[in-house]
């Protein structure tokens, strides 16, 4: 049973524009939720996280969008880089102030055209 | 300020032989996570340690696997007997445990089993 899931395996889109990243979950105590982005060959790297006391955060180009009630979260990235072009992962845990294992969705291979 | 070290890189095993991947987490980090990622899939929660101690070991096959964070040292994680489908990328990620969910990867380990 997956607890976090991405149902969009790729995502295309023209430089400039918006991204909209998508996840959904399942398990009601997951209350912390985190981005990561992933170049080949390479390790994730963090993004921006959210806490389930939120429904927005904002960091720059990128921002996530917390729906408790969907049970969603969507990451945009504004305005879109042929830079930003990688596989994002995400993930949620349960307990903000330990630390412990995340559950990660399958990923979302974003590709920015210039 | 060196990040999460993971070592080797690349590692290729014949069927029945032992892996042995290391992970000498980030300065000051005392949480320690192992993932695996397989072709076309996302990353696979397999063990969280602390230092001599097993967390949550629930995603780790329960024969052939086992993994260590001694007092001195990298992290271990080793498998014996090692079959084709254990050919994987592994990753180790690091925290320090007390402020929130993020954790810091290393770039992985490719195991190739022949």
């Known amino acids: 049973d997956q607890q976090v899931k991405q149902n969009s395996p790729s995502l295309s889109v023209q430089e400039g524009r918006i991204s909209i990243l998508n996840c959904d979950y399942t398990?009601?105590?997951?209350?912390?939720f985190l981005w990561y982005k992933k170049y080949p060959a390479e390790g994730p790297t963090f993004l921006i996280s959210i806490s389930s006391i939120k429904d927005k955060n904002e960091d720059g180009r990128f921002t996530v969008f917390l729906n408790k009630s969907a049970k969603h979260l969507s990451l945009h990235i504004v305005p879109s880089q042929p830079g930003d072009s990688a596989v994002y992962f995400c993930a949620a845990s349960g307990g903000h102030t330990n630390a412990g294992k995340s559950t990660f969705g399958d990923g979302t291979t974003l590709t920015v055209k210039p | 300020n060196a990040g999460v070290m993971q070592n080797p890189r690349h590692l290729v095993r014949r069927r029945g032989q032992e892996a042995r991947l290391r992970c000498s987490p980030m300065?000051?980090?005392?949480?320690v996570y192992w993932y695996r990622q397989l072709p076309e899939e996302g990353l696979k929660f397999m063990v969280y340690l602390q230092k001599e101690n097993i967390i949550d070991e629930s995603g780790m096959p329960k024969e052939r696997f086992s993994a260590e964070f001694p007092k001195e040292g990298p992290s271990i994680l080793r498998i014996q007997q090692v079959v084709r489908g254990d050919s994987a990328a592994y990753f180790c990620?690091?925290?320090?445990?007390?402020?929130?969910?993020?954790?810091?990867f290393g770039p992985g380990t490719r195991l190739t089993v022949l």
């Open positions: 990620a690091s925290s320090p445990g007390f402020r929130g969910n993020e954790q810091f």
């Open positions: 300065k000051g980090h005392s949480h």
């Open positions: 398990n009601s105590m997951f209350d912390y």
